[in-house]
């Protein structure tokens, strides 16, 4: 009886120890699945930007004309610390696009669509029906809307009215930095500054928004905001502020080979692009520029009408045009030193750390040469309102390094713009670089996501075509990102469409669609199009039917002005 009673209590203590193991086993095994739910949480943080207890505000700030590589963070020589730190402390695009021209980018950014869609390409009427400005559905989200400085939505002619701002600062026309001819303060007109005032356009912009986020902060600080700053600079004519000037008075008398050289090894530097640098194209000038003997008779023997190589030019060209491109470097100077203000004071409001800022440009460096506004007088001194100066051609070449042709076209040079994303709560990976392809009209949809919605609500009504954008948030924090798989281009008779490493791309004046790969040949030098002639003909189509689809969607019933 005793060995049996012995015999129990050793198998219950067995039994237990066995339960303590096997609880034991069952604590390791748990703890082990916790440490790898941890691990994959942590990874798919790292993978997406860190939400805020409140909407971020938005900073969009677009340049006017501004070449791929003219600002530091891109290669330039031109000093832009401001956007320079933004780059190095938040990310930066190498294959994003915008439409090739002023009006048709203003649009895609505004609205999530194409321009083709919604009447802005060519301008042919009011916004469709089912489209609106993206201040609208921010607006239904809580947020109070800026706008400072170019507008050009002919659609949408007035930003507070029609676009649905609460405050804009309205620039009107643009050939006059020192004495805009029409400007608007929320759609109203103000009376015309004298050229003698101290008025000076990029200044006054960054003024006006100031001026809203003040307003914001004493009034309306409990809400999120999104201000929209759109430089007119560095767009023609050549303005600027002669103490800008003189800090650039030497730097392009090397030449525009010289400065394309050093831009391209810069540029391969900082990872931006590994490739060749093409050569320069004189056959390339825009329609409308002044034929060379006007521009002789006009600007006088420095000017040079084509891209042609620095040392075929006289010494009175090379002096020419060297004081030129420093005025034009001025202008970048002085809108990075504007936008700085605008970066203090963000900071000064305690709102900076969950402040979205995006920087691009609306087109490539543009190679027009004309004259408008208030004319241009051979003996003012350059950079000063009586004159009417454009960096041309040649400049134009070395401001898209290391791209093909100028804005308008959609070749690279045209439609490759940089672009800054910036966002201290929400993005980690400091200074990164994206490869992923994007377009502006991913801009609006990447809005309404960050401000709680989704790119659904970029549309006005119901029954509106799907927006052409998709949200750029996938990409802030995973590297790897592709992007959107295809993007239409179509500017003035030049067609271009991109599907993966694919790009399609036909000048108006070329015979033909010539076929590069985006991923080895960036500069557009080696066309594919005999090699692959299936692949032309299918992308060929592919752009026609989006094409005819676009203008149909165009052609819906419009809203009434």
Not at 347 to 372: C, H, P, Y
Request: glycine content about 8%; overall charge positive; some cysteine.
């Amino acid at each position: 009886m005793l060995e049996r009673s012995a015999w129990c209590c050793s198998k219950k203590r067995e039994a237990k120890r066995g339960d303590i193991a096997a609880g034991l086993k069952r604590v390791c095994r748990a703890a082990w699945i916790v440490w790898i739910v941890l691990c994959v949480a942590l990874f798919a943080s790292a993978a997406r930007p860190a939400l805020a207890d409140r909407p971020p505000n938005f900073v969009v700030i677009l340049a006017d004309d501004l070449g791929w590589s003219d600002i530091g963070a891109y290669g330039g020589e031109i000093r832009t610390p401001n956007l320079d730190a933004l780059a190095l402390n938040g990310l930066r695009y190498t294959q994003f696009y915008n439409a090739g021209r002023c009006w048709p980018t203003r649009a895609a950014i505004m609205t999530g669509y194409y321009a083709q869609q919604v009447r802005m390409d060519p301008p042919s009427g009011p916004l469709p029906d089912w489209a609106q400005v993206v201040a609208r559905p921010l607006k239904a989200r809580g947020y109070r809307t800026y706008h400072s400085g170019k507008w050009h939505v002919f659609a949408a002619p007035r930003p507070k009215a029609d676009g649905g701002f609460d405050r804009s600062y309205h620039i009107k026309t643009q050939d006059r930095y020192f004495s805009p001819l029409k400007t608007a303060l929320d759609d109203r007109p103000l009376p015309q500054p004298k050229p003698e005032s101290g008025y000076y356009m990029t200044t006054a912009i960054a003024d006006y928004a100031l001026r809203f986020l003040d307003e914001h902060e004493r009034t309306h600080r409990k809400k999120p905001f999104f201000l929209y700053v759109a430089f007119t600079a560095p767009h023609f004519p050549l303005h600027a502020l002669q103490s800008d000037i003189e800090r650039y008075k030497d730097t392009y008398t090397v030449g525009w080979d010289v400065i394309r050289a050093r831009r391209l090894e810069r540029l391969k530097k900082l990872g931006l692009y590994d490739g060749p640098l093409p050569p320069l194209e004189p056959r390339y000038t825009p329609s409308w520029n002044l034929p060379p003997k006007k521009l002789m008779a006009v600007f006088g023997k420095g000017e040079v009408a084509r891209a042609v190589p620095w040392d075929t030019l006289t010494e009175e060209q090379k002096a020419f045009q060297a004081r030129k491109m420093a005025i034009h470097a001025a202008m970048v100077d002085r809108m990075d030193r504007e936008i700085g203000r605008i970066i203090a004071k963000l900071k000064a409001m305690g709102v900076w750390e969950n402040t979205v800022t995006f920087f691009l440009s609306d087109n490539g460096a543009s190679a027009e040469q004309i004259v408008r506004g208030d004319g241009h007088d051979p003996a003012a001194l350059l950079g000063s309102w009586r004159t009417y100066l454009s960096i041309g051609p040649g400049w134009s070449s070395a401001s898209n390094t290391p791209f093909r042709l100028h804005k308008s076209w959609v070749h690279e040079g045209g439609v490759a713009t940089p672009l800054i994303v910036h966002w201290p709560q929400g993005i980690r990976d400091k200074g990164g670089i994206r490869h992923a392809v994007g377009h502006v009209v991913d801009i609006p949809a990447t809005l309404v996501e960050l401000a709680g919605g989704n790119v659904q609500d970029l549309r006005a009504t119901s029954d509106a075509p799907p927006p052409s954008g998709q949200s750029l948030v996938p990409t802030f924090g995973d590297a790897g990102a592709s992007g959107r798989k295809q993007i239409f281009l179509s500017h003035i008779g030049n067609r271009g469409l991109l599907e993966g490493r694919w790009k399609l791309v036909r000048a108006k004046s070329m015979k033909r669609w010539a076929l590069y790969d985006m991923l080895s040949d960036r500069a557009e030098l080696n066309d594919l199009s005999t090699r692959y002639p299936e692949l032309v003909e299918r992308l060929s189509s592919l752009w026609h039917r989006l094409d005819a689809r676009f203008r149909m969607d165009a052609n819906r019933p419009a809203r009434n002005p």
